[in-house]
């Protein structure tokens, strides 16, 4: 009865291992913890847990899978804490230096050219007729007494017949508002007195302010990088003021002049005058205004060229030359207007065509029209001017 008891459990536990290898991963590979196919079970290696490499690798896989996880959140805690760096480097950044402004006016103020100045004094006189050479003090300038004898024939009586007294002052300074733009400031004063057979009058005349902006580089700027090379821009600004016996005058003008290089190497220049002057005489204010745009355009055309002579040993020999045409085209308009009289007003047209063929052979032909309308008879007058012109040297 033992004996069948010990052959059935042999028989389960032969069965048990025929169904293990049948539950192998791939055919030729032995399972984790199991024997080769062909290999009884007793063969097999003992495991250490009911659950195989299973249990194993799945603790494998866990203790991986933190680490990981650790690794990651360090990363984002260094992203988080440059991405706070960078945060504060910017607010930093943009942070106003409450001292900017005085720094700002301390180099404005240090871009200020020195200022120039200069005085002129000019005493001048002048006699009728002497008879002799005049004094020595006379020729120096320190009396305007001559000391010889005139057509009074008395030194006493002899006067000068007019002298006259000037002084001049001058200023001059300019700053530079950026590297790119300056500004010029001049002033100018004069005071004068002539005195004429008893008679004494007095004048002044200023000048101020007297402005000049230059601004350069404009050609940097992204809007006109694309078309022009370079450019220049200057604007003046003039006021003056003049005042005798007659009466007073007051004059102011404005005036701006751009020049201009394009990409195709077209030169053009644009400018324009505005001038208006006011004037007072016997209690009565009369002016005249005026202005005037004018458009000046230029463009040179160069090409070489060759030629060969069609001769016997010559043939081959080739003469090149360079020859220069410019051609220019120049519009003005001006417009003159009183208190008295009508406006007029003056259309000018100018195309003009020169030719350098070489420094021996130039060239030139051109057309100059004027049409002039308006004023006090409110004619219109055409004119038309043609020209031509060779130069041959030798």
Do not use: C
């Amino acid at each position: 009865m033992k004996q069948q008891k010990e052959e059935e459990q042999g028989r389960k536990n032969e069965n048990a291992g025929k169904i293990e290898a049948l539950e192998g991963d791939e055919p030729g590979l032995i399972p984790q913890g199991g024997a080769a196919p062909g290999q009884p079970a007793s063969a097999r290696p003992p495991s250490e847990s009911p659950a195989g490499g299973l249990k194993g690798l799945g603790m494998r896989r866990v203790a991986g899978d933190t680490a990981s996880v650790a690794a990651a959140a360090d990363t984002t805690g260094a992203a988080k804490l440059d991405t706070s760096a960078a945060q504060a480097v910017a607010k930093a950044g943009r942070r106003r230096d409450p001292l900017m402004p005085v720094r700002r006016l301390v180099r404005l103020l240090g871009s200020i050219e020195p200022v120039n100045a200069n005085v002129n004094l000019d005493h001048r006189s002048s006699y009728e007729r002497i008879y002799e050479r005049a004094d020595l003090w006379y020729q120096l300038g320190f009396t305007d007494k001559a000391g010889v004898p005139g057509s009074g024939d008395s030194v006493e009586a002899n006067a000068p017949l007019r002298a006259t007294n000037n002084v001049n002052f001058d200023l001059r300074s300019s700053i530079g508002l950026t590297s790119n733009i300056g500004l010029e400031a001049k002033a100018r004063f004069d005071m004068g007195q002539d005195e004429s057979s008893g008679r004494r009058t007095k004048s002044s005349r200023s000048t101020w302010p007297a402005l000049t902006l230059d601004w350069r580089g404009m050609e940097k700027y992204r809007f006109l990088s694309r078309f022009i090379n370079l450019s220049t821009f200057v604007l003046g600004y003039e006021r003056r003021r003049s005042e005798n016996q007659g009466g007073q005058e007051n004059a102011y003008s404005v005036s701006p002049n751009w020049n201009l290089e394009w990409k195709n190497k077209l030169s053009s220049n644009l400018s324009f005058n505005y001038s208006k002057k006011t004037r007072v005489r016997n209690e009565q204010e009369l002016w005249d205004k005026s202005w005037t745009a004018v458009v000046a355009l230029k463009y040179n055309i160069e090409g070489k060229q060759g030629f060969g002579i069609p001769l016997p040993l010559l043939n081959k020999k080739k003469f090149s030359f360079k020859s220069v045409l410019t051609t220019g085209l120049n519009l003005q308009y001006s417009r003159l207007s009183t208190q008295l009289d009508p406006a007029s007003a003056v259309l000018s047209i100018s195309p003009n065509v020169s030719y350098r063929f070489s420094d021996s052979v130039q060239g030139g032909a051109g057309v100059d029209y004027k049409r002039t309308s308006g004023g006090r008879l409110g004619q219109v007058r055409q004119m038309v001017d043609v020209r031509v012109s060779a130069e041959f040297r030798f």
